[in-house]
């Protein structure tokens, strides 16, 4: 057969690693399936988009990967060679080549489409004018949380404020800025109600990074950049930094507590800003 012409025949090493690519296909199907190691749980409203569009991909790319190698072990056990025969060559198959390239490119191109959809819904849609406003630092290595007290309204910040005890350098003779309540790796936000977050960093890059919410946001230094979402699940949550800031990178971990109702995050703002 490695000729073009003989029918090949089954050999005990073709037929041993046609059984492996089998068996990675049956682990990797049931791994897809059952699910063991999944996604963490979903908790926001946007977050059900995202992962529609990952399974879409995971199914396309997992089709094509079970067709290529259950075809590339079939062929690896079918036809084996003699030992005496002379490898064949033939130039190609303009009507394959064809058919394989504009269907890869119309698979990628609804894909791509599917994706931009999402993309544009969570960035290029404005916030509700409900929302509840956060403002975000990241700093080596720890995320600082900036609420605006009883008036709604942000006090004014400056660099050359910041001291120990004052990370975002909030100017405390603003008028603004006396009820301003400021936070260090806690984080609360009603269930239900949108969260429109402000980020900045006050050195290097950090990524604002929640995995129930499917957020995932860089804050990069002399830049705002805002993200928003909507919490669906009340409970306490991870919040981590999803790049590498630094030696001490693993410490920048903080906690998002998502309150059962809008009176119960009011009344944590009332105590946070005592």
């Known amino acids: 057969m490695a000729d073009g012409s003989g029918p090949g025949r089954m050999t005990l090493s073709g037929v041993v690693l046609a059984g492996l690519i089998l068996i990675l296909i049956v682990a990797l199907l049931y791994l897809?399936?059952?699910q063991p190691y999944w996604f963490p749980t979903l908790a926001s409203e946007h977050g059900g988009r995202i992962d529609s569009l990952f399974m879409a991909v995971l199914v396309v790319s997992g089709i094509a990967f079970v067709l290529?190698?259950?075809?590339?072990?079939f062929f690896i056990a079918r036809y084996g060679e003699n030992g005496g025969e002379r490898a064949a060559y033939w130039h190609d198959n303009p009507k394959a080549e064809?058919?394989?390239?504009?269907?890869?490119?119309?698979?990628l191109t609804v894909l791509v489409f599917m994706g931009q959809r999402v993309w544009a819904s969570i960035y290029f849609a404005d916030a509700p004018a409900n929302a509840t406003i956060v403002e975000i630092t990241g700093e080596q290595f720890s995320w600082n949380f900036h609420y605006p007290g009883p008036d709604g309204?942000?006090?004014?910040?400056?660099?050359k404020l910041i001291t120990n005890?004052?990370?975002?350098?909030l100017d405390r003779d603003d008028p603004a800025a006396k009820d301003d309540i400021v936070t260090s790796n806690v984080m609360h936000a009603p269930i239900g109600k949108p969260v429109r977050v402000r980020l900045r960093s006050k050195d290097v890059?950090?990524?604002?990074?929640l995995p129930n919410f499917r957020v995932k946001q860089d804050a990069v230094p002399g830049m705002g950049i805002e993200v928003w979402f909507t919490p669906t699940k009340a409970g306490q949550y991870e919040i981590a930094c999803a790049e590498l800031c630094g030696i001490a990178h693993?410490?920048?971990?903080?906690?998002l507590?998502?309150?059962?109702?809008?009176?119960?995050?009011?009344?944590w703002l009332e105590e946070a800003g005592k």
């Open 32 to 34: 897809f399936i059952a």
């Open 68 to 73: 290529v190698q259950g075809a590339l072990g």
């Open 98 to 107: 064809a058919f394989l390239l504009i269907t890869t490119a119309v698979i």
């Open 153 to 159: 309204q942000f006090g004014r910040t400056d660099t």
């Open 165 to 169: 005890t004052n990370s975002i350098g």
């Open 205 to 209: 890059i950090h990524s604002f990074f």
């Open 250 to 255: 693993y410490r920048m971990r903080a906690a």
């Open 257 to 267: 507590t998502v309150d059962e109702s809008q009176d119960a995050f009011n009344k």
